[in-house]
T-cell receptor, first 117, second 113 residues
Framework: AQTVTQSQPEMSVQEAETVTLSCTYDTSESDYYLFWYKQPPSRQMILVIRQEAYKQQNATENRFSVNFQKAAKSFSLKISDSQLGDAAMYFCAYRRGKLGANSKLTFGKGITLSVRP | KAGVTQTPRYLIKTRGQQVTLSCSPISGHRSVSWYQQTPGQGLQFLFEYFSETQRNKGNFPGRFSGRQFSNSRSEMNVSTLELGDSALYLC????????????FGPGTRLTVT
């Protein structure tokens, strides 16, 4: 079974600074997808970024980028130029990549990010 | 394009009752998944439906069930509610295929008293 671990329950960053959220996962599969989701106080889960395991290039979406280390099974999220609106809970998630596989996401426990003005 | 909608948004029920939650996916999305979110257990997968068939089920008791209609709308039902069923229930929809991301609804907050 796949597992996703987010060992830091809380982090804090100064507005305009950069912060990195850590995530490790365990799987015996070679094809999979990794995601970061953001859940603000409204509780609406929002997709931040996705990474395909077969791609060596790290995904980037505006101020958000990942550091994907497949051999180390590590998938960290870097938020640059942090904004007050980035304050939320962030979840790392894993999904199998096999053809015909179901859509099940396996989530980590989440990290609460606070942004100091 | 409208997002995933869930109704009701909030619900208060008494132990022993049953409840039905509804989810309307994004237009064109045929896969619908349900998750339970609690402070203690985090986000846990309940089940996924595609083409009116349950494609996968998480480790939940048989009191939790679901179905999907021909228009891809989905419902989940919890019978004989227990206090521990109090949670945020999230529905997510996606296109069918490898790697398509899931888009989540706002959730239904269920409180069991």
């Amino acid at each position: 079974a796949q597992t996703v671990t987010q060992s830091q329950p809380e982090m804090s960053v100064q507005e305009a600074e950069t912060v990195t959220l850590s995530c490790t996962y365990d799987t015996s599969e070679s094809d999979y997808y990794l995601f970061w989701y953001k859940q603000p106080p409204s509780r609406q889960m929002i997709l931040v970024i996705r990474q395909e395991a077969y791609k060596q290039q790290n995904a980037t979406e505006n101020r958000f980028s990942v550091n994907f280390q497949k051999a180390a099974k590590s998938f960290s999220l870097k938020i640059s130029d942090s904004q007050l609106g980035d304050a939320a809970m962030y979840f790392c998630a894993y999904r199998r990549g096999k053809l015909g596989a179901n859509s099940k996401l396996t989530f980590g426990k989440g990290i609460t990010l606070s942004v100091r003005p | 394009k409208a997002g995933v909608t869930q109704t009701p948004r909030y619900l208060i029920k008494t132990r022993g009752q049953q409840v039905t939650l509804s989810c309307s996916p994004i237009s064109g999305h045929r896969s619908v998944s349900w998750y339970q979110q609690t402070p203690g257990q985090g986000l846990q997968f309940l089940f996924e439906y595609f083409s009116e068939t349950q494609r996968n089920k998480g480790n939940f008791p048989g009191r939790f069930s679901g179905r999907q209609f021909s228009n891809s709308r989905s419902e989940m039902n919890v019978s004989t509610l227990e206090l521990g069923d109090s949670a945020l229930y999230l529905c997510a929809s996606s296109l069918v295929g490898i790697g398509y991301e899931q888009y989540f609804g706002p959730g239904t907050r269920l409180t069991v008293t």
